[in-house]
């Protein structure tokens, strides 16, 4: 049997993260400040955001260095792994190859610290004392959380209800790393209690918990707020993901012809895609670029390509994306991680520039390719990343009718340790597609 698993040394490391910007065909349309619709200047953000990540959200320059103290903490797990799926190969009868980099063997369990580890430390810097933030399936919670311990930053984490509610051991990790998390809607803040009062028996969301985190920071002068996908920034710092893959693959003499990841706001899927993009871009390969989204909160699939708020509360910039609508309440579904309304800017221009293509699934179809992938291959997946194994198994089932040996690459960008609720409930049928 070929090679299963491809690592790369520390100092194959990327020391560089890419930023996509200046490469972009279409350049992106300026943010506007929710005040006066005017684009935003660099210090409108300050309130939110250190300095070092705001000029980051607007460089020019294609690569940027990874500073030392980010690189000694990225060690503890990367370079991350590459597999060859050879047992789902063999399951799926196809002669596609398929690849997937882990994520998972980070100490949050997920891709999310590759950026939580930058924020904190640029925070770190300017002497932030304290960080709010948001947490879908609590996966970015858990990260920044771990991320503001080694830093020494205090941090509270706005948690959608149906997930803290559905995922008790994420807020657990949260805790053990030393950070405040509460239900979102909370009554901690006054737009967390408008929404309480007016939709007392709601789920929560990305859109709600986004508004909570970002009016407690801009209330206290001692507080930045942290967003785990979506802006620019935590784009580039994703990128690490995609040049190790580069290398990992070069090693053994292969380019994808598809690259896939599941897409909420874009931050994995941005990570294995955009040095990809890159050599897309640039003419010398010309790989499909497939971003996975949930059909319960199809965002790319059925939004539309406009400016739009990031939170309910539209406390946010305007940023130009794909959007179901700042109010948008997606349904409870298990990839909590997935239920955001809209998609990053750099992942929904290249998708209006067609460079980039998007599908999507239903829960209990994911949840059956998460499964199959378990049992072939070993590593129980997140929900959200069943999303790119699901299509990663259509897609290698496509060249087992057509005969073609396609080389498949998808980001598993997150183990299903916590997520055991989720799984019990679609072994006992419990589950819905909605």
Request: charged share 25%.
């Amino acid at each position: 049997m070929e090679q299963t698993k491809i690592l790369l040394d520390e100092n194959e490391m990327p020391k560089k993260w890419y930023n996509i910007l200046p490469d972009m065909p279409t350049p992106l349309a300026p943010p506007l400040n929710p005040a006066n619709n005017e684009p935003l200047a660099p210090e409108d953000l300050a309130p939110l955001f250190p300095m070092e990540l705001i000029k980051q959200e607007m460089s020019s320059e294609k690569y940027i260095d990874i500073p030392k103290e980010v690189l000694e903490i990225y060690k503890l797990w990367r370079p991350a792994p590459l597999f060859r799926a050879h047992r789902l190969e063999k399951m799926l009868d196809t002669p596609a190859k398929i690849y997937y980099k882990y994520e998972g063997v980070s100490p949050a369990g997920s891709h999310k610290p590759n950026t939580a580890v930058a924020q904190a430390y640029y925070n770190m810097k300017e002497g932030t004392e304290r960080i709010t933030t948001e947490t879908g399936a609590g996966q970015w919670g858990s990260a920044l959380s771990l991320s503001c311990n080694y830093f020494d930053i205090e941090c509270k984490v706005y948690m959608v209800r149906s997930s803290f509610e559905q995922k008790p051991y994420r807020k657990s990790l949260i805790n053990l790393w030393g950070a405040t998390v509460v239900p979102s809607p909370s009554p901690d803040t006054e737009f967390g209690r408008h929404i309480l009062e007016k939709y007392p028996d709601t789920a929560g969301s990305l859109g709600i918990a986004i508004g909570e985190a970002v009016e407690d920071a801009v209330k206290h002068d001692n507080t930045k707020y942290a967003l785990g996908s979506v802006l620019n920034h935590v784009m580039l710092h994703q990128t690490v993901i995609g040049i190790e893959a580069q290398k990992q693959l070069d090693k053994v003499e292969e380019y994808p012809d598809i690259v896939i990841g599941c897409c909420g706001g874009g931050s994995n899927l941005a990570g294995i895609s955009l040095p990809y993009m890159k050599d897309k871009i640039e003419g010398t390969h010309d790989p499909r670029i497939i971003a996975v989204e949930p059909s319960a909160c199809p965002t790319l699939c059925d939004g539309k390509f406009q400016y739009d708020y990031g939170d309910m509360a539209k406390l946010t910039p305007l940023l130009k994306m794909y959007s179901l609508g700042y109010d948008f309440m997606p349904p409870a579904i298990h990839a909590g991680g997935l239920r955001y309304h809209g998609c990053s800017p750099i992942i929904s221009q290249l998708t209006a520039d067609k460079l980039m293509e998007a599908t999507s699934y239903h829960q209990i179809e994911v949840f059956e390719a998460g499964v199959m992938f378990a049992r072939s291959e070993g590593i129980p997946p997140a929900p959200e990343s069943n999303h790119a194994i699901k299509c990663a198994i259509d897609e290698a089932l496509k060249c087992k009718q057509t005969g073609e040996e396609k080389t498949i690459l998808f980001c598993l960008s997150g183990h299903g340790h916590f997520d055991m609720y989720s799984y019990d409930k679609y072994f006992s049928g419990g589950l819905s597609n909605e």
